[in-house]
Nanobody, 115 residues
């Protein structure tokens, strides 16, 4: 079992930046991929980015060039640096971890970008 705890959300003006963190505990050594998703009010949850244990990264097109995902394997923590934030980035952001067929989710952290 893996537990994920996110932090770092908040309220920021358009053009600002935030850094989200997600710390994994439990059977975290088995995790191969860690990623971030978000869900805006009235919309489906969408994938943002993920990073493998070998540090291969992939991004959703709308955040590429503005968001950076990174991972500290020693700390079992994944980060999402979000720059040049836009009002449409407002959502609850969720951390995700996967190991084989198993997947785990964090509780989510709210990010609100004001115009």
């Amino acid at each position: 079992q893996v537990q994920l705890v996110e932090s770092g959300g908040g309220l920021v003006q358009a053009g600002g930046a935030l850094r989200l963190s997600c710390a994994a505990s439990g059977s975290s050594l088995s995790i191969s991929i860690m990623g971030w998703y978000r869900q805006a009010p009235g919309k489906q949850r969408e994938w943002i980015a993920h990073i493998t244990s070998g540090a291969n990264r992939n991004y959703r097109g709308s955040v590429a060039g503005r968001f950076t995902i990174s991972r500290d394997n020693a700390k079992n923590t994944v980060y999402l640096q979000m720059n040049s934030l836009k009002p449409e980035d407002t959502a609850v952001y969720y951390c995700n971890a996967a190991a084989g067929r198993d997947t785990w989710w964090g509780q989510g952290t709210q990010v609100t970008v004001s115009s």
